[in-house]
């Protein structure tokens, strides 16, 4: 028997978008003048099932990062630490699947600043290693490794420079590889996300649309996702002096 060709996609087909909605709570607290406790808190959700333009229609995620930040120098930080994050099933109704799975991570990064005009231009290299189970019952866990890199720029509007008080532009692009042992496509999604925010004392506020496009399970198969991000970040220096603005700027 003559042995079957693998199947090669003649063409590219991009699924319907769909859409999500993400809300954060960035935390940076200053430990000592090298140290740092890092965190993230997100709520996720994803559009229902029968309306792909709802944004809130089912849970998505429940995602928590966690670490420790070294400042080597002003313009160059270390984190490391690990991450948890609750995975709910993509159709509520069905009993095939179970509610909710847990997918923990250990995550290390660098990051590293940089300063053109008024403009601060961050450079982030994310690296993710992740235990990850499909919600069907029965299903295993599969390791992952995942590399993302991010540039980030903050603009402010109306101020010469970013402190407090400043309304800010902060446009970004995002780009992920991932590997394992089942991973076809290493190409796993491209994130581009314009941010609008302002800063106030401790707190900065920021949201925005993220539009996101990567390959599927189905070979030659491309989704993409609008995403509406709303965030939160508070810093607090143990020092006792307040967290200058532009050493807590987060990479979005």
Do not use: C
């Amino acid at each position: 028997m003559a042995q079957e060709e693998p199947f090669i996609p003649t063409e590219r087909t991009n699924l319907a978008p769909t859409t999500e909605s993400w809300n954060g709570l960035y935390l940076k607290l200053r430990l000592s003048d090298r140290v740092f406790w890092y965190q993230e808190n997100h709520y996720r959700r994803r559009n229902g099932i029968n309306n792909r333009s709802d944004f809130v229609g089912r849970m998505s995620q429940i995602y928590n990062r966690f670490g420790f930040t070294f400042l080597f120098t002003d313009q160059f930080e270390v984190t490391v630490g690990p991450t948890l994050v609750w995975n709910f099933t993509p159709n509520p109704d069905n009993p095939d699947y179970v509610n909710s799975t847990l997918e923990p991570r250990i995550w290390h990064q660098w990051l590293l600043t940089q300063g053109i005009g008024s403009v601060k231009i961050l450079h982030q290299f994310r690296f993710e290693h992740r235990w990850k189970r499909d919600n069907l019952i029965g299903a295993e866990y599969l390791y992952t490794d995942r590399y993302r890199y991010k540039i980030t720029a903050y603009i402010p509007i109306n101020k010469p420079r970013m402190e407090n008080k400043t309304f800010f532009l902060a446009p970004s692009n995002e780009i992920f590889f991932e590997t394992g042992k089942h991973i076809v496509n290493i190409l796993e999604e491209n994130r581009v996300y314009t941010a609008i925010g302002y800063t106030y004392n401790n707190f900065m506020f920021f949201g925005g649309h993220m539009w996101t496009y990567g390959p599927t399970a189905i070979p030659g198969t491309y989704r993409n996702r609008h995403i509406i991000r709303l965030n939160v970040m508070y810093t607090i220096d143990f020092r006792n002096k307040r967290l200058p603005v532009t050493r807590s700027l987060p990479s979005l």
